[in-house]
């Protein structure tokens, strides 16, 4: 029998990926992505066990090739709490990962900004390893557990967890937008998901509007009757008792205190500095920072200000924007084509508008560690925060935070779950090229006075609500919620 847990947290992803070079060894570095960087500090302090998979493919039980192959174990000493790995081989991570959760739900549930497709071959290894999910977590879950459940890539865990473990408390929060109903009924299988989120006690949104649309949907596809904090269902389990799903909004964020310290040293400072000096000392730096994702309007950027060099509004040597982009879902191919277009963009805008020594674009597409992303939050003058639809956006949250002066300026889309919170930025919306630019432009020359009181309003909201305040709010509207035992 495995140690058991009171906590139990589940997501796709462990905190720790492993990278396998050349000659076969395994280092670690932190996974991508928001949900990481959120849950990470949090379980710092928690006694809890985070299920999840490490990124790596596993030997196929069914490749004679692979016989007798297994995985490096993960080190103990490398995770914010124990760790537990479930395993996916190559077709797993085809079917599951590519496949249903990364070409069907992240675009469909992203206002199908790339098409998502509906392929019966991949629904089965979505249902296979959500049930593989779930029962790593029944084994590892005490009597009366709390199993926080998270992503997209989990939605049926819920309900496959209940089956099998009645006793527990079962938490889901999605990390991404929850479309409205028009889009969600595009998908064959959406009786399916929704009776697997409707197997948790508490189902979180990041936003009001993302609760509405789940609460809209178990009335017409369900034909149940919610109310405004949640939604009776019949447990089929228990007789036909009936059992509350409390559903509400809760928006995550980062871990501020953490940000605004790092900034504040003297390592970050010199590192912004130097920043500057490599750029050429501009007048203003403006800074995109982003997994390289479609959904991201990294597009709408580059567009923006390859029309302001052209125009003249901004000079080469007087701007510089910087976008730094970590390569993601590498085997996708909306994500190999998005690659190839912002780069094409890139060659264009710099030929166009570029002067020897004076690049008016720098692009990375690399992961860097938190200091080295810290230092550029420090040494941007704009923040470019450009989606054309994202659950939260942490790099909005990220900016401000490091930003310990009140000096800077966040231009931020209306279709980021931040822009609930974060008023005071510049405004845009990512589909109109020409108030885009109006932004970028008021971001960079407005009144250093109005700037500081726009940050200083918005470090308050950050500071105010980070992801402690995100998990203890959870957490504790999942302890409140009707028990279902
Ligand atoms: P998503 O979850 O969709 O990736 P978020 O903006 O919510 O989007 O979170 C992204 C996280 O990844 C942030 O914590 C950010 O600091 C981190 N990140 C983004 N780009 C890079 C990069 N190039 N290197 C390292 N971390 C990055
Ligand atoms: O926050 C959204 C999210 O999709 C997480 O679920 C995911 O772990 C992260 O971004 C990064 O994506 P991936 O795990 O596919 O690299």
Redesign the pocket.
Known sequence: MPQQFDLVVVANRLPVAADQDAEGATSWTRS????V?ALEPVLRKEHAVWVGWSGRPAPDPYSTEDLGLELEPIPHDIGPCALSEVELSREDIEGFYEGFCNSTIWPLYHDAIATPVYHRHQWEPYVEINRRFAERVAELAQEGATVWVHDYQLQLVPGMLRERRPDLRIGFFL?IPFPPIELFLQLPWRREVMQGLLGADLVGFHTPGGAANFLALTRRLLELDPDDTGVDVVDVLRAGDRRRVTVGAFPISIDTVEYDAIARTVEAQDAAVEIREKLGNPKHVLLG???L?YTKGIDVRLKAVSELLADGSITPGDAVFVQ???PSRENVEDYQRLRDEIELMIGRAMGDHGDIGAPPIQYLH???SREE?VAFYVAADVMLVTPYR?G????AK?YVASRYDDSGALVLSEFAGAAVELTDSFLVNPYDADGVKRAILAAMNSDPDELRARMRAMRAQVFDHDVNRWASSFLTALDRSEYSR
């Open positions: 991508p992505g928001g949900l960087s990390h920072v982003d997994r994702d730094i982009a970590s690399q992961p860097l992303l994202d939260m956006n942490l790099v990220e």
